[in-house]
Structure formats: structure tokens, C-alpha cells
């Protein structure tokens, strides 16, 4: 009876929270477990129609139309006296599905100020921004999974309202405009925060301009297309590993376009103005060669930021200077407001340099209060294994559930009938195939899911303590899912094989690489 009471008092307990509170905590999960929540009480049954976020996501549902269906019934039933704060769209599949009409509708009609969404792997998507052209959405996000998922631009796309927007692996498309003059985000006013990592340009065009008064944050990151960046009131410049971007000062309207030079894209960052208010600079330049023309501009860039307080560089663009210091040993540091400098290697595999007193000199003459931090190489990897365990699981969420939707679109029992002994070639032909196309596809999902497996099992040995416990307890459940999944693949192929003459199970499992030892290893990672 204790135990009991006990119990009932937890129970009261969680459901004595504030609304508010209960809203923060579902907010992790997803709208479709707030929703399942209902039937745990009285208490609980309305408390999803009241959520601020809602977050919408294929990957909960086996198949589109289910999860179509449900965002259908979400949103007729939520409590719209509530205003949403927040609205998240996680999908696969075409742009044209209904539930993509639906919940953009929604957003935009709710006057919704933060919006994101995230193709998942799959075919081809075209996603015009027209669709989400709003007066009031203030924050924009868009991930893809690869540069077959686009985005189309014109320059009657405006976004008055906008002041964050972050494109991540997605190809810009800027529609019918062949004018390389607009800049690509000139109708977003209130813009002030604009990221764009791993990102390429379509339409014919192969360069882009941004040119906005109040943008007071920008990101470049992994790109290779040209960019004409004119700015004035930067604040904070993070551009990594994008080559051909050109910080230019007021841009003359009425020039014309500078014509495409394949010599560009190897262009190191150029500044071609001081950049008066910028306080935070994250640099990293891509040093291949130990040029001394590029060991030059290097030094012509830290000259232009001179303002900057906050500054971060890559090891290897400090090595250029290092063999070059005559560049810098008649010149004064240029950074009077320095606080901080950060330094850190891009290639962990790459022998170890040191910065040459020359070079410290130079960065921190004029600031000798200033922070100076070293990042190892052992840091860098430690960040880099755990980028990639996160990858692998995310890789093998996308396997497990491409293999669940087939399952479930492929649910009719598999028939015991003989193969035809009397009728034509071709029929009997036809027969084998449709037998085999269920047992190829097991086949190649388990191989693909047994790699996975197998790589995760050697990186999570490499992953720091600090997060190792996260990552096993989320691969546990993952690698017991997968288990589950490969059993019943097995039991699929067992039967194909009862048709198959002289076919082996054995054979099987020494094509798919599936080994009793390996998964006697899986059982014993807890």
C-alpha cells in the first residue's frame, strides 16, 4: 500500500505542473507523443491542443498518408485562441503533398513567427520561398540532405518581418532572374542573421550577392560559389571554407556584373573594406599551397580587421605566415581591441606546427592583454568523432525507417504456391522475379544496416567519456531495433529459400556479412 501511494503522489505530482511547464517538457518529443499523452488522464487529455510548438515530423508514421491524416486532425483540433510560437516540418516525399499546403497554410495564416523545415533523403525537391512568403514569420530555417533538394528565389520574395534565416545543404535557385546585380535576400528588410552553409548555386548563375544595410550577423560555410558581400554594419563574420568571397564597399548599381572567371573560385577571402563594427571574426582559410601571394592577401584581410575583438583562425593560415614573416616584420599589430584569439587545426592527421613568436607578435603587439587559446589536435578529433557518431545514427534512423515503410507498404503474406510447372517460359520467369524482389531488398537493407552497426561499434569506443553514455543508450535502442528488423528479414528469406531449389540459409548469411560473432559483439556493448 505504501508502494502505492507512493506512486499516486509522483503521479500528482507531474501533473500538478503548470501548463507551461508540461509544454516545455513535450516539446522534445514531438506533437505526435503530446498527443498520445491524452489518454493518460482527465488532466492531460486537452493538454496537446494548447502547445506553442508543434513539431511535425514522417519519420513518426510508417507511411505519408497516415501522417497526412494526423496533421489534418492536429490541426483542426487545437485550442487556436493559443498562439504558436513555433512550427517544425520534418518530411520525405513531394512538395505538392497535401500535409505540405496544409501546415505552411497554417503558419502563414496564424501569423506563426518561427518556422522550420527539414527534407529528409529521398527523390528530387523544388521548394519555391514564395510559399512561405509572410509579414510576420520572423525566423527561417531550411536543411537538406543534399544538393537534390533546392530552393527558388525571385525578387518579388519578400519576407518584411524576417530577421533570422539559415539554409543548410540545399542548391539556391534564383527562378527566371538572370540579373546578377539584386542580391539574393534584398526584400527581407528586417533581416539581421542569415547563415548559409554547404550550399550551391542553379539557374545558370555562378555567383550571388548580399547586399543588406542592417545585416549584422553572417555565416559562409563549406561553398564554392562567388559572393559579393557588401555589409556595413557587420558585427559578426564567421566564414569557413568558402572560397571567392569578396567584401566589397558600397556596390555601384549602375556598373555592370563582373563576368565569371573560373580563376575566382580559388580566391582566397577579400575584403575591399574596413569593416568599421565588427566585433567577432571566425576565419578559416583553406591553405593547400604555401603560396607567398596568398600568404599576402592573408595579411591584407588582417589588416581590414582591425576593429574585430573576438577573433578565431585556423592553424594552418598561421603556418603560411610563419613561412613568410618578412610579410609582417615592418608592420604593427592591427588589432587594437583584441580580446581574444582562438587557433585551431582543421587537419588532425596533418603533422603538428607552432605559431612563430613573428606571428604572436603580430596578432596580439598591439592587444597584450588579450586571451590567446591553443586548440589541440586531440580536441579537434574528439569534436570530429562526435560529429560522425551523430551522422552514423541519424544514417541509421534513415535505414531503419525506409526499411519499415517498405515492410508496411508490403504487408500481404507471403504465398506458399509452387512455381508453375506446365505454363510458359516468360510466366514462370515473371513468377521467380516477384519472389526475389522482396528477398534482394532484405538483402541489401541488412547489409547497409549491418555496416552502420559495425562502424558505430568502433567510433563510440573513440568518442569522449562526456558523451559516451548518450550515445550508447540512444544506439542501444537503435541496435535492438535493427536486431528486430534483421530477424524478421530472416524469416522472410527462409521462406523464399523453402521455393528457391538447392538454396541455402547459410548462404545467405555469408552474403549479407552477418556473423554469429558479430552479433554476440552487438549484445555486449551495454
Not at 241 to 246: A, D, L, P
Not at 464 to 478: D, E, G, M, N, T
Amino acid at each position: 500500500m505504501g508502494d502505492r501511494k507512493r506512486v499516486n503522489v509522483e503521479g500528482d505530482r507531474l501533473s500538478s505542473l503548470p501548463d507551461d511547464l508540461i509544454h516545455k517538457i513535450l516539446s522534445f518529443v514531438g506533437i505526435k507523443l503530446a498527443v498520445e499523452t491524452s489518454v493518460l488522464s482527465s488532466r492531460w487529455r486537452y493538454i496537446w491542443t494548447s502547445m506553442p510548438c508543434l513539431n511535425f515530423s514522417t519519420k513518426d508514421f510508417h507511411t505519408l498518408p497516415k501522417f497526412s491524416t494526423f496533421v489534418k486532425h492536429v490541426l483542426l483540433g487545437r485550442n487556436n485562441q493559443i498562439e504558436v510560437a513555433s512550427v517544425e516540418l520534418t518530411f520525405r516525399g513531394k512538395v505538392s503533398q497535401p500535409f505540405v499546403g496544409r501546415i505552411l497554410n497554417y503558419v502563414l495564416s496564424h501569423n506563426v513567427p518561427q518556422l522550420s523545415i527539414t527534407f529528409l533523403p529521398g527523390k528530387k525537391i523544388e521548394f519555391p520561398l514564395s510559399r512561405v512568403s509572410s509579414r510576420s514569420l520572423k525566423h527561417l530555417t531550411m536543411t537538406g540532405h543534399s544538393f537534390k533538394h533546392s530552393i527558388t528565389t525571385t525578387p518579388h520574395w519578400e519576407m518584411l518581418a524576417l530577421e533570422t534565416l539559415y539554409i543548410h545543404c540545399l542548391t539556391l535557385y534564383e527562378g527566371d532572374n538572370t540579373d546578377e546585380r539584386i542580391s539574393l535576400f534584398s526584400n527581407c528588410a528586417s533581416l539581421k542573421n542569415l547563415t548559409i552553409k554547404k550550399c550551391i548555386m542553379a539557374g545558370g548563375l555562378y555567383s550571388f550577392n548580399i547586399y543588406h544595410p542592417g545585416l549584422t550577423s553572417l555565416t559562409l560555410e563549406d561553398g564554392f560559389t562567388r559572393v559579393n558581400v557588401d555589409t556595413p554594419q557587420l558585427k559578426n563574420l564567421t566564414i569557413k571554407q568558402w572560397q571567392g568571397v569578396h567584401l566589397v564597399g558600397p556596390y555601384p548599381v549602375d556598373d555592370e556584373p563582373k563576368p565569371y572567371d573560373e580563376e575566382d573560385e580559388d580566391e582566397l577571402l577579400q575584403l575591399s573594406t574596413d569593416l568599421l563594427h565588427l566585433e567577432k571574426a571566425n576565419i578559416c582559410i583553406n591553405c593547400e599551397f604555401e603560396e607567398k601571394v596568398a600568404a599576402h592577401k592573408i595579411v591584407c584581410l588582417l589588416q581590414q580587421l582591425h576593429s574585430v575583438k573576438f577573433l578565431t583562425l585556423n592553424l594552418e593560415a598561421v603556418k603560411l605566415l610563419s613561412s613568410y614573416v618578412e610579410l609582417i616584420s615592418h608592420h604593427p599589430s592591427p588589432f587594437a581591441n583584441l580580446k581574444s584569439l582562438k587557433i585551431y587545426p582543421v587537419y588532425v592527421t596533418r603533422p603538428k606546427v607552432t605559431m612563430s613568436n613573428e606571428v604572436k607578435n603580430y596578432l596580439l603587439g598591439s592587444s597584450p592583454d588579450a586571451t590567446l587559446t591553443m586548440v589541440s589536435h586531440e580536441e579537434i578529433r574528439a569534436v570530429m568523432n562526435v560529429a560522425s557518431a551523430q551522422n552514423l545514427i541519424r544514417e541509421l534512423e534513415v535505414l531503419l525507417d525506409q526499411w519499415k515503410e517498405y515492410c508496411e507498404t508490403n504487408t500481404a503474406p507471403v504465398k506458399q504456391d509452387k512455381a508453375p510447372m506446365k505454363s510458359h517460359f516468360h510466366e514462370r520467369m515473371t513468377y521467380w522475379e516477384n519472389l526475389n524482389e522482396p528477398f534482394h531488398k532484405g538483402y541489401e537493407s541488412t547489409r547497409d544496416i549491418t555496416s552502420v552497426l559495425q562502424k558505430l561499434e568502433g567510433l563510440l569506443k573513440k568518442v569522449p567519456r562526456s558523451h559516451r553514455a548518450k550515445f550508447q543508450s540512444r544506439f542501444s535502442c537503435l541496435r535492438a531495433e535493427a536486431e528486430t528488423i534483421m530477424d524478421n528479414m530472416m524469416d522472410r528469406m527462409k521462406i523464399q529459400c523453402d521455393k528457391r531449389p538447392s538454396r541455402s540459409i547459410n548462404v545467405i548469411y555469408d552474403e549479407l556479412g552477418i556473423t554469429t560473432a558479430f552479433m554476440t559483439n552487438c549484445s555486449q556493448l551495454d
